[in-house]
């Protein structure tokens, strides 16, 4: 059922074409693109994540996502996988100003479904945080960029009357590192807004370009840090026309 809307949702965004700014970039950006051999403007991605999990209270779910993202901007995600033995499916979408996490065991029976204020910019700069992937973010109407030293660069994104930010790191060679927000809101306490920052672990030669290849997403809570995401990008593909 979450599958057949994600695919529903996808066809339509895949037939959009958009308009991207030519604006000169900040040195940080600039060279990680030249580092990385990415495309300047593509106009989606498709990611498919394996051999990952999601933690769920105490415990870790083992994922398979498939994602896909515009500079629209949209972002949307596939999750399946089991929990203590019970096929579990998700569906966490930015779309249209609208930020919506919802999950389903055996397709049906609504396990968690979040929608709301919180929801539209905690997805919105999830969106954001993912704009080294998705390269003609640094290119879009919708964000603007800043280099504050020689190694980090905030970014800002606007979206339907919502603003978020966050704050990117890059290393000596140029690679993004890590990126951190304290806009995003934590389902998992209530919705209470707390630090969040994106890690990425190794690279790879995805054919023509460097890519991220493992990936950390991390809670940074009063008591402690909560890492409750880890995920290994199998695939990563510019400009598909069909799922």
């Known amino acids: 059922m979450l599958r057949k809307r ?10 959009k074409v958009y308009n991207l700014n030519e604006r000169e970039l900040p040195g940080l950006l600039a060279g990680y693109l030249e580092s990385s051999g990415l495309p300047h403007d593509p ?35 596939y999750i399946k996988g089991r ?35 919180p929801m539209d910019v905690s997805a919105l700069v999830t969106l954001l945080s993912e704009a080294p992937f998705l390269p003609s973010l640094f290119l879009a109407e919708c964000t603007e960029w800043s280099q504050l ?7 800002r994104i606007r979206d339907h009357g919502i ?24 389902v998992e306490f209530n919705m209470e807004q707390h630090p969040w920052s994106v890690e990425v672990l190794s690279y790879r030669d995805a054919g023509g370009f460097i890519y991220p290849a493992e ?14 995401f880890h995920g290994r990008i ?10």
């Open 163 to 186: 603003t978020a930010s966050g704050l990117f790191t890059f290393d000596e060679h140029g690679r993004f590192l890590k990126f951190y927000t304290e806009d995003r809101y934590c």
């Open 83 to 117: 929990f203590l033995g019970i096929p579990l499916e998700g569906l966490d979408i930015y779309s249209g100003g609208h930020g919506e996490m919802t999950i389903r065991a055996l397709k049906f029976l609504k396990v968690a479904e979040e929608r709301g204020d």
């Open 234 to 243: 199998r695939d990563a593909k510019f400009n598909i026309r069909t799922l």
């Open 43 to 77: 106009q989606n991605l498709l990611i498919r994540w394996a051999d990952s999990k999601i933690r769920r209270g105490p415990r870790w779910m083992n994922v398979d996502m498939t994602q896909i993202n515009t500079p629209a901007p949209f972002r949307s995600v």
């Open 149 to 155: 030293d020689d190694e980090r660069v905030e970014g």
């Open 6 to 15: 994600f695919e529903m949702e996808v066809r339509e965004e895949l037939r």
């Open 215 to 228: 990936c950390t997403a991390t809670w940074h809570l009063p008591e402690g840090d909560l890492k409750y």
